[in-house]
């Protein structure tokens, strides 16, 4: 059977008529002799208005029911999408998780789908029918509706797509696809026709806001192809897929910034086993992200630096949690707002030498100062002031040659 699953975020079904545009390019894959299943979020808005009324009940709002709530956005525009497919003269019909059964895993508000049961919706896909299947929710052992945390429906799309075998996997979304760079921040960015798991994996969890993380994870581990394109325009959007499906003669991929970092520096921190660690602790404790660590080597032996990052909106609670911290003893603290991390992503670094030094590089022509580095395999982070951010992504974009299609 040749299956094509098409899931459509929330913008794509935002309103009456866009539900009818996309009740049309489910018609032109039904009319190109494909099984379409078709996965639909929340009307845009829907599920944060439904959360908002949530908090108006209780501010400790029962997480089961929570999930009963928010998951009705996505009932909705199911049934809109059939509803306009049946107007249409098509056989169609929505299908809610518990329905199928869509089966997960795990807490509520943050469930995993471990479990299709493909029985009733291959029936139906052979009588000619196209099921329209919410996304974001399922449903667990004991039989209560549950969701799988916010942005959910692309991993539901990616998890339907490998239970049932699909072709093909579109997301469509309010993006042409994803890009080398903010086309908001840098008008020069270009839509990529192709993208690693891995780099897109980088890109997502940095900001890029095309897909949930989570979601391509689920690909990667699967080895499902995504197409992520608009369902405004007519253009081919971007391919993400296993490393060994590109070609390509960029050492670079993509660039990100960041927005709302800031810095945190313990200067004269005693250099003796388990202070970062308790210097660290409270603050997962209290669930405050600390991204970049660096520390210095101690020149004298005794004393050393330690510097982080962290969400802005977490600075306040950050100092108060170091300051009352009886465990560690420093000379200074020292906090900087409005810096901002900048990173180059790319397989291609892997193999090619001098990447970090033309990244180092470019940014002092500009000088551009370079406050913390990290490195992974596939990417090089720097820490800036924030001030630079566009300065820095352009002449990196320029660098690596991202500007233009051909140049490595
Ligand atoms: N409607 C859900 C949300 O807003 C799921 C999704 O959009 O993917 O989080
Ligand atoms: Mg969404």
Excluded at 16 to 39: C, G, L, P, Q, W
Excluded at 204 to 213: F, I, N, W
Excluded at 385 to 402: V, Y
Aim: positive net charge.
């Amino acid at each position: 059977m040749k299956i094509v699953v098409l899931k459509f975020g929330g913008t794509s079904v935002g309103t009456i008529n866009k539900i009818k545009k996309v009740a049309e390019i489910i018609a032109s894959y039904k009319k190109k002799n494909y099984k379409v299943i078709v996965v639909s979020s929340a009307m845009s808005g829907v599920t944060n208005e439904l959360i908002k009324k949530s908090f108006e009940i209780s501010k400790n709002f029962s997480a089961s029911e929570h999930d009963v709530l928010v998951s009705s956005g996505e009932q909705m525009a199911c049934s809109l999408i059939a509803g306009r497919l049946i107007h249409r003269g098509f056989k169609s019909r929505s299908w809610l998780s518990w329905q199928i059964p869509i089966l997960t895993k795990g807490a509520h508000k943050n469930s995993r789908i471990n479990q299709i049961n493909k029985n009733k919706i291959i029936k139906y896909l052979k009588e000619g029918g196209i099921p329209i299947i919410t996304g974001f929710q399922g449903i667990s052992d004991e039989n209560r509706i549950t969701t799988i945390g916010r942005g959910g429906s692309d991993a539901s799309a990616i998890m339907i797509a490998k239970f049932f075998k699909a072709q093909r996997c579109i997301i469509y979304t309010d993006v042409e696809g994803v890009y080398t760079t903010d086309p908001n921040k840098l008008k020069k960015a270009k839509k990529l026709k192709i993208i690693s798991y891995e780099e897109m994996l980088e890109m997502a969890s940095l900001g890029a806001k095309v897909m949930q993380p989570v979601s391509i994870q689920d690909a990667r581990l699967n080895r499902i192809d995504i197409e992520v394109k608009s369902s405004f325009t007519k253009k081919s959007g971007t391919l993400i897929t296993k490393r060994s499906n590109i070609i390509s003669n960029k050492i670079i991929t993509g660039i990100t910034s960041t927005q709302n970092d800031s810095k945190v520096s313990l200067i004269g921190v005693r250099d003796k086993p388990g202070v970062a660690a308790s210097i660290f602790k409270p603050l997962s404790k209290n669930l405050i992200n600390v991204d970049m660590v660096v520390q210095n080597i101690s020149a004298n032996g005794k004393e050393t630096d330690l510097t982080f990052t962290i969400k802005t909106e977490d600075l306040n609670k950050t100092k108060k949690i170091i300051k009352s911290n009886k465990n560690i003893k420093f000379r200074k603290l020292l906090l900087k707002k409005d810096v901002s991390k900048i990173s180059v992503i790319g397989v291609g670094m892997i193999t090619t030498p001098g990447v970090t030094f033309r990244m180092f590089q470019s940014l002092a022509s500009k000088k551009i100062n370079i406050q913390v580095i990290s490195t992974s395999e596939i990417k090089i982070s720097v820490l800036i002031d924030k001030r630079n951010t566009k300065k820095a992504l352009m002449a990196l974009h320029k660098e690596f040659h991202l500007d233009n299609r051909n140049r490595k």
